[in-house]
């Protein structure tokens, strides 16, 4: 590589380059000698895009195709991911509006205020939350059967569609945190556990309840290869909910669903969560959770001193700063070597940035970053 920027081989590994995504993905689940699906991001903003269109990214070639990742694919179940999976769901409701911003209630029930000229730019405003009683909830409950036929495909046209597929599927979940708080907000939520602990009680319940029938519908028909549970429960400096409150409201609900979930032969259960989630990682190994992502960075998820604590109890996905990929390509090759050769040592590890690529990233620094994982991985 030109520039002094040259890749560190793994001398005493062979990778086996032989094998499809899926294949990777598996191998990578079971810690075995294979190379890690390319999955180097959440996902790019729409302002990095147009930089670096004007910095070399081909305006023909989308940036997940120019880079050579790896696809993947969602069962198309209604059952969540960041959103409940209400079904059906809110009708939407315009409440205001100008020239850049929106005032509306989404299909939740959430009263939110956004951007509408550059909403990458800015995280919505959450207004209002739809639950504020029991009568709330309970008048909440029937979009939340598991047994609704329109939460489900026409099953023989997608057993066609993923017949000898060679990419991942998922079935996304909207986590037991994850969807409470959609409910009440994150902190009318705080009060519930306290305040309320047997409402929050049946709020999980009804959430097992809800994915052990999608899984039950869904796994005979479609067996994915990975169950991703959205949560994000933390913040930069720790989780949102304490080890406790977790250990009570969350730990045997997730127990519970994740046994179903193996007994479908499904290997990897995924916890997607930002901030820093260190005092809540024994507990989410107890409930059968094997991975985690993103690893982000500046909240003290650094993905070598978990692979040292936890060794082959989780799979690590992420945990490439952001931040340095915007710095200079010296910083950015120090970023990657300091973290990606260790962890593809021990296995079981997905390079990747520790969120979506945001427009402070050249696409010259990028670009470096996909060549040396690439190099070092295989």
Same mark, same amino acid.
């Given at each position: ?207 097992? !309840?809800? &994915?052990?029938?999608? +899984?039950? =519908?869904?796994? @005979?028909?479609?067996? *994915?290869?990975?169950? #991703? ?117 021990? !296995?079981? &590890?997905?390079?990747? +940035?520790? =969120?979506?690529? @945001?427009?402070?990233? *050249?696409?010259?620094? #990028? ?12």
């Amino acid at each position: 590589m030109k520039n002094g920027h040259g890749p560190r081989s793994l001398s005493d590994v062979t990778w086996r380059n032989d094998i499809n995504s899926r294949e990777k993905f598996l191998g990578t689940c079971r810690f075995e000698n294979v190379p890690p699906p390319r999955w180097d991001c959440l996902g790019f903003w729409g302002s990095t895009i147009e930089r670096w269109l004007t910095e070399g990214l081909p305006a023909d070639a989308p940036a997940h195709e120019y880079f050579g990742m790896d696809p993947r694919d969602t069962i198309p179940v209604v059952s969540g991911f960041c959103d409940t999976p209400f079904c059906p769901a809110f009708e939407p409701e315009l409440i205001s509006e100008d020239d850049t911003i929106r005032t509306w209630r989404d299909g939740q029930g959430i009263v939110r205020r956004e951007r509408k000229d550059r909403p990458e730019l800015s995280m919505p405003q959450f207004l209002e939350f739809p639950v504020k009683s029991r009568e709330d909830w309970e008048r909440m409950k029937p979009r939340l059967d598991p047994d609704t036929p329109e939460r489900y495909p026409n099953w023989d046209e997608l057993k066609k569609r993923y017949d000898g597929r060679e990419y991942v599927l998922q079935l996304n979940v909207c986590g037991a945190y994850g969807m409470p708080r959609n409910l009440f907000g994150e902190e009318n939520l705080a009060y519930i556990y306290y305040d309320d602990p047997e409402l929050l009680h049946d709020i999980q319940r009804t959430w097992l !309840r809800l &994915y052990k029938g999608i +899984v039950s =519908h869904t796994f @005979p028909n479609i067996k *994915p290869d990975l169950v #991703y549970l959205w949560e994000d429960m933390a913040f930069k400096t720790g989780p949102l909910i304490s080890p406790r409150l977790f250990e009570e409201f969350m730990l045997p609900y997730y127990t519970e669903l994740i046994e179903l979930i193996r007994s479908f032969g499904v290997e990897c259960v995924m916890v997607d969560s930002d901030g820093d989630n260190r005092p809540l990682l024994d507990l989410f190994i107890r409930s059968g959770v094997d991975t985690f992502m993103p690893l982000e960075i500046a909240a003290g998820m650094d993905p070598v001193p978990l692979r040292e604590k936890y060794g082959r109890q989780l799979v690590l996905w992420g945990g490439i700063d952001k931040r340095a990929l915007s710095k200079d390509l010296a910083t950015v090759e120090r970023e990657v070597m300091s973290k990606v050769p260790k962890l593809m040592e021990t !296995r079981g &590890y997905i390079p990747s +940035v520790d =969120h979506s690529v @945001p427009p402070d990233v *050249p696409f010259e620094n #990028y670009a470096l970053f996909t060549k040396l994982i690439r190099e070092i991985c295989g």
